[in-house]
């Protein structure tokens, strides 16, 4: 069927199944990358996706004694850039994430 073989629906299967499992590394690898205005239109899904992930993060990385350098935290998230970062510590931040010069400590 040539309108399912389109890059662009395909990168839109690839999205919603990247979202149905969860799976915060791909989304956030076709966020870096979807065509046209589509960056725009996973911005609105970025912030729960991001939620779930630092969640799933905590469980892996426990206890608070791990710490996980930052720059891989958020480059797992798409915080790309210097205002990504401040974005990232907040939003760690409200959900009780330590986050310094040390790393991020996820604790339980």
Not at 45 to 70: D, E, F, Q
């Amino acid at each position: 069927n040539p309108i399912t073989s389109h890059r662009y629906v395909q990168t839109a299967i690839q999205v919603c199944s990247a979202v149905n499992l969860h799976d915060y590394h791909t989304f956030f690898k076709l966020h870096e990358r979807v065509p046209c205005m589509g960056p725009f239109l996973l911005d609105n899904l970025a912030t729960p996706i991001r939620r779930r992930a630092l969640s799933a993060m905590r469980s892996a990385y426990g206890p608070p004694s791990t710490r996980v350098p930052a720059q891989f935290v958020e480059k797992e998230l798409g915080f790309i850039t210097a205002e990504g970062s401040k974005l990232f510590s907040k939003l760690a931040s409200n959900m009780g994430i330590s986050v310094n010069e040390e790393g991020v400590a996820f604790v339980k």
